[in-house]
């Protein structure tokens, strides 16, 4: 079965410096992969995904995530951090499901705080 | 103009109680998810519709039974309520060709 997992369940970090959210992921063919951002109290937000293609791929609000096959990793990362940013990130990957249909299984998530 | 929306937003009940959730989508979107995430913000997949078909249905006790009525909507509802039912339910939708989710703002449940 396919998993993700964020090693880090709370990421601090100065205004201005660069930030990178960790996500690994284990899957048996190609990675379909995710992140998503969920501000208090909303629902997530698709922030951009990984099918195919560059390796490194951009997002909404600046952020942009690498896919390293050999590392089996998808780090969100962004070269300078907001307060706005503070919220709770969520790593995901596609996976097939019993029924030949895909499901997507999230990561714990972590919260990053970014410090004025 | 809101994408996908769910009523109620909160929710309180006691025990024993059967209730529903709604969710509705005016994207246009073929497939539509529910999500429970509990207190630690863990976020699990309970059911998929594709469109107007259960194609997905996780370990989830019988006690939650989806509708769609059509692939604009997919409600939710549960008999019997729990204690541990306690949770935030989120509603999501997408075009089944590009994977994409769209959620809801999220429908926070209380059993008392």
């Known amino acids: 079965a396919q998993s993700v997992a964020q090693p880090e369940d709370q990421v601090n970090v100065a205004e201005g410096n660069p930030l990178t959210v960790k996500c690994t992921y284990s899957?048996?063919?190609?990675?379909?992969l995710f992140w998503y951002v969920q501000y208090p109290n909303r629902g997530l937000q698709f922030l951009l995904k990984y099918i195919t293609g560059d390796n490194l791929v951009k997002g909404s609000y600046g952020f942009e995530a690498e896919f390293n096959k050999s590392q089996t990793s998808f780090h969100l990362k962004k070269p300078s951090a907001l307060v706005s940013d503070s919220a709770l990130y969520f790593c995901a990957v596609r996976d097939m499901g019993s029924s030949g249909t895909y499901k997507y299984i999230f990561g714990t998530g972590t919260r990053l705080k970014v410090l004025a | 103009d809101t994408a996908v929306s769910q009523t109620p937003k909160y929710l309180v009940t006691q025990m024993g109680n059967d209730k529903s959730i709604k969710c509705e989508q005016n994207?246009?979107?073929?497939?539509m998810y529910w999500y429970k995430q509990d207190s630690k913000k863990f976020l699990k997949i309970m059911f998929s519709?594709?469109?107007?078909?259960?194609?997905i249905n996780e370990t989830v006790p019988n006690r939650f039974s989806p509708k769609s009525p059509d692939k604009a909507h997919l409600n939710l509802h549960i008999n019997s309520l729990e204690l541990g039912d306690s949770a935030v339910y989120f509603c999501?939708?997408?075009?089944?060709?590009?994977?994409?989710?769209?959620f809801g703002p999220g429908t926070r449940l209380t059993v008392l």
């Open positions: 999501a939708s997408s075009l089944s060709r590009t994977d994409t989710q769209y």
């Open positions: 994207l246009g979107h073929d497939t």
């Open positions: 899957v048996s063919g190609n990675p379909y």
């Open positions: 519709y594709n469109n107007k078909e259960l194609i």
